[in-house]
């Protein structure tokens, strides 16, 4: 519809809302939330919620070019056309109030020829600058301001007509550029009455226009030197370009370009993001997508040039590095595809312009008419942390995280593991006690399990298992009657005593019975008929004791039933044969499934392994199997990998929530659970324990009394040191013990006397760093008011290298 | 849609982080007490929690001439140590030390030394990230060029030290890495993945190019540690993903027996790699539904969500990597928890509210609703 004709779209720099598009026709458009236009308004929507009605539109035949004022007392947007003539006129689109008496005036150049372009200075809101075609005569930019001119015509406000015919027409403020072209001018906006010019096809003139009698011009040569324009937040940075090319300037060093971006296609438009530093977009011939250029600078010159505020905080850590960075700024560059929603637009894009205020905001216009409120969205970083803080980046150098009562809500296994570890579960002393804490039906009966298979082995009814929480497979492994019966009243124990009675043989009317037996709701009534009508079956040919080759199976099939009634149902009724089949079936499903019930066949055994492998990789319940491992596992089924990667990746979720406590609970029961069976010989017995071994031989300091040695060693120490039972040399080899780098003392064991540990005072302790050590208690005090290491002779900054207190 | 009710609307907190320019990443430490941001504006900054849900500026400086892309933290057994990359080329390594000038009382403010600056890079240093502390203290970088290079310190002691141990070419363009947390290294050998943000304009000449690899032109590799040769190689590569990658993660592993990565791509991808064991590699005719690429792993897409209209950005884990936080176009993030059995959901959408667009920007509300989807249809969750 529009193709092939040019287009331009402008914000209103005062107007945040307002913008016009100028093709064939210059339009104003209002934009407005979809919700709140007037139902009979027809709009164009340009963004699932916003939509933009035309306030007024005229013809455009004969403009050159457009720019809106940033004269703020301006109801409506005054718009300044240039025409072919040369002539500019400042005009509404729509008839309103008009307070400086603008609209409506005209600049005429002395000579008419192509008006090329016009340009608002956004900090002097009244001065235009318009560049014009050349004239060997003439000049070709001058320089209007609007406001002087209509002083003359309130003068003349009486003589309606004079203000053409005026004898006088309005002078320009100032000319430059005699008999030379100037293609394009625009305003550096963020440092006073610099103007930019692009001119001849060959040079960008930069005129310093505070002193007008004497106006200072920077300039440099170059092709590319259409569509200037400055970096309204950096006054040095600017942009051209030319052909396929765009070159970024510094103007403080203008001989050559900072950059050359080199494009696929002939660059139409550039502009700078008003709102973002460095950001610079442009829009090539035929395109569908914007370029983003990301000027990145790598010289530190930018530190000026933020201002970079003289914080405390700030930057002692960057020695001045004179390393040279010749490198200078790069670039990087993204592809952006305006378009509404997830149908990005498939036409090319004609025209585009940055909202003035709001970040990173633009207008698009498509060949194919469509109009495009697009929002340039930042990249936003997320990240987790281990108190389930949830960060990411807002816009506008802001992180966000969500508070505590989100996580609640969102009750992830995460959050309800460190609920469970906070109120010890798992570490209780009696496993069913675990069984409240975790607030789950599955766990619940994991740990009531558990706990009854453990008093059972201890009580001898289950014997010969070589797991201390044998489940049923294991029970009946054995396969003496007997003992199965005996289990069903065990483990079993909450069976309901169900006593059925049959009251008739009529063949027909129990088959009626079976048949109707699926639409029942409840699960044991079912079970019930088809456990009749099993019976019955099998009791036809009047041989009472073949009961066993009835076919339980739709019985044993009601998998609604509990597992322990199917169970025990299979225990009572099956043949030893097929009950190890049922069980075997039955626990590999449950284990296929991670189906927590099935702990009952399996118990604490291998297979019980594979099952809470399967759990935690449904649920992420890593926390459960670590602590059921540590409290009822053997320590052969401890060796395992899976059972070893749960205790690891447990403990490091402990750590990271700095819950040494429950990590030390855990420790504990693991090394009984490894050191119980594994007798002293087992390698994970004193795995984790910790000694302090005597730097001259090698030996333990503390493992000297009692049996191993006999009294003769103490004997030869002096009787005082014998007495305090504290040793301060090695009992091995008698060599002296370190000295506290405090009070200069040797370091008791403290464990020496035999009777239990030291006080937590006269721990050795010593910085990992330096490796200087002294008690507790004086290293504390002493780091309380110093963070240097106490020896003298040591610069070690030991009390900084643990993360800094919070309180 | 789920009905806005006061239960299901979160207040978020905003900390004013005065970054100049955009926020590249947030990095928390072990215990999640301590914050790092780095940002455009070549600086870097820590946030301490107070522990009450406060964060105090602790330090800020500049880090590198050019934008900083990353900044991750070592495991605290090293110290208070981090390392950021940046477009400068270079990856540096930041220690914490007290603030020498300060006397005793005046012990909060804390001063970052570099201990080292990682020269080795021709282009821009892209990702940065500590191996496993089971590894010892490891350092991985990528930069745009395709190099993977991983340093060590051989003394843990001594930052300022580290040995470029392996250099590993990719020849595409890589744009982040993720090392597998797995805890057991019996089960797994020290294992990478890496993203590549090749577009893929150039496809068939890619192709042509990485003769060795030519059955596969996907953008995720998995790189594997060998004890017995001593070198990383590329053992999978995974075709699954043929969209430039913005962003990946590992989850953490947790006892699970397979590993789950976070692509972040044209959509949210979580790929669940699940090693065969050796037996059926020695028979490579099992190897079924992997792409035909190796026969390591299994690999299979469990979820792949398209919510975030066109690009996603940013993938993270929880730490239990039961959900899985992501943020794309929409300028949204997205929540994603994992259900019983593997099925993934999305549970929270939260928005940045829109600067200044409907309220004057003076009058700015710093504050962002979230709403939880139905869980029944999370099909039908709007955009916000």
Known sequence: MMSGVKLDVLWSPVHHDKFIIWGPDITLYEVARIKEIEKKTTFTPISPTKGATVVASQSASGVRCVDISAISEQPEPLLALGYASGKVTLTTLKQTYDPLGLVGREFVPRFPRLCNSVSWSHTETSMLAVAMEKHRSDHCILLWDVSRGTMQVDEAKGTESSSHSSTEPIKPLAEMGLSETAHSVSWSNSSSRTLLASMNLKYIKIFDLRDLSNKGVNMTTTRYCHGVCADPLNPWQIASRGENVICVWDARAFEKPLLTLLNQKPVVNIQWCPTRRNLLMSLQRDSTTLRLHDIQQTNSDCKNAFNAPDNVLTATAVEAEFEEYSRGPSVIERDLTPGQGSTPSTHPVVAFGWHPAHEARLVAVCSSGAIVDYTVCERVTVSWGGREGLVWSGGGGQLRLMRDDFYATIRDISYVMKRRANSDYGLKPDLWQNADLADDDALSGLWHFLALSKSLVEDGCIRNSPWRHPGVRTAVRGGDAAYRSEMVHSMLQDLPNRRVTMYSEERLWREALAAGAPALPDAYLRALLHFLAASATALLPHHPHHQHTADYTDVLNETEMRLEDRVAFACIYLSDTKLQEYLKQTCDTLVEQGDLSGILLTGASPEGIALLQRWVENTGDVQSAALVAARCFTAELLKDPRVQNWLDSYRNLLDSWQLWWARCALDTWVAAGAGAAGGAGGEFAGARHVCVACTYCGKSVAATHGHNRPRVAFARLPPPAAKMKQVSSCPNCRKPLPRCGVCSLQLGTGSGGGGGGAQFGRWFSWCVACRHAGHATHLLEWFKEHTECPVSSCNCQCSTLDPPDRF | ?384
Request: with cysteine; hydrophobic share 40%.
């Open chain 2, 1 to 384: 849609m789920g009905e806005l009710t006061a239960t299901n609307m979160f207040e978020s907190q905003t900390i004013f982080a005065d970054h100049k320019d955009l926020i590249h990443d947030v990095a928390y430490d072990f215990y999640g007490e301590r914050m790092a941001t780095c940002s455009s504006d070549q600086y870097v900054k820590i946030w301490d929690s107070d522990g009450k849900g406060g964060w105090k500026l602790t330090g800020s400086w500049k880090a590198h001439h050019g934008s900083v892309w990353k900044v991750t933290w070592a495991h605290p057994e090293f110290g208070q140590v981090i390392a950021t990359c940046s477009f400068d080329r270079t990856a540096a390594i930041w220690e914490e030390v007290g603030d020498t000038a300060a006397s005793g009382s005046e012990k909060g403010l804390r001063t970052w030394l570099k201990r080292s600056n990682l020269v080795d890079s021709r282009t821009s240093v892209t990702d940065v990230k500590f191996g496993p502390k089971h590894l010892g203290l490891l350092l991985v970088t990528c930069s745009a060029d395709g190099i993977i290079r991983i340093y060590e310190a051989p003394d843990v002691m001594n930052l300022a030290q580290w040995t470029l141990q392996h250099e590993i070419p990719t020849k595409v363009s890589v744009s982040c890495l993720s090392w597998n947390p797995s805890l057991s290294r019996v089960v797994n050998p020290p294992m990478l993945a890496v993203g590549s943000d090749e577009p893929n304009t150039t496809n068939a000449a890619a192709n042509v190019q990485t003769d060795k690899a030519t059955t596969c032109n996907g953008k995720v590799f998995i790189y594997e540690y060998s004890d017995v040769s001593r070198r990383w190689t590329r053992t999978e590569c995974i075709s699954w993903v043929q969209e430039p990658v913005n962003d990946l993660a590992f989850a953490p592993n947790l006892g699970r027996s397979f590993h789950l990565l976070a692509v972040a791509t044209k959509d949210v991808r979580i790929i669940k790699i699940e090693p065969i064991p050796e037996s059926g590699a020695v028979g490579a005719v099992g190897a079924v539904g992997n792409g035909g690429c190796g026969s390591r792993f299994k690999c299979e897409v469990v979820a792949a969500f398209e919510e975030h209209s066109s690009c996603v950005w940013r993938v993270a884990w929880n730490l239990t990597g039961t959900l899985l936080a992501s943020s794309g176009d929409d300028t949204c993030v997205r929540l994603w928890k994992m259900q019983y059995l593997n099925q993934w959901k999305c549970v929270a959408v939260l928005k940045n509210e829109r600067v200044g667009e409907d309220s004057p920007p003076s009058g700015r509300v710093h504050t962002t609703y979230m709403r939880l989807a139905p869980m029944a249809n999370p099909a039908i969750m709007h955009r916000h």
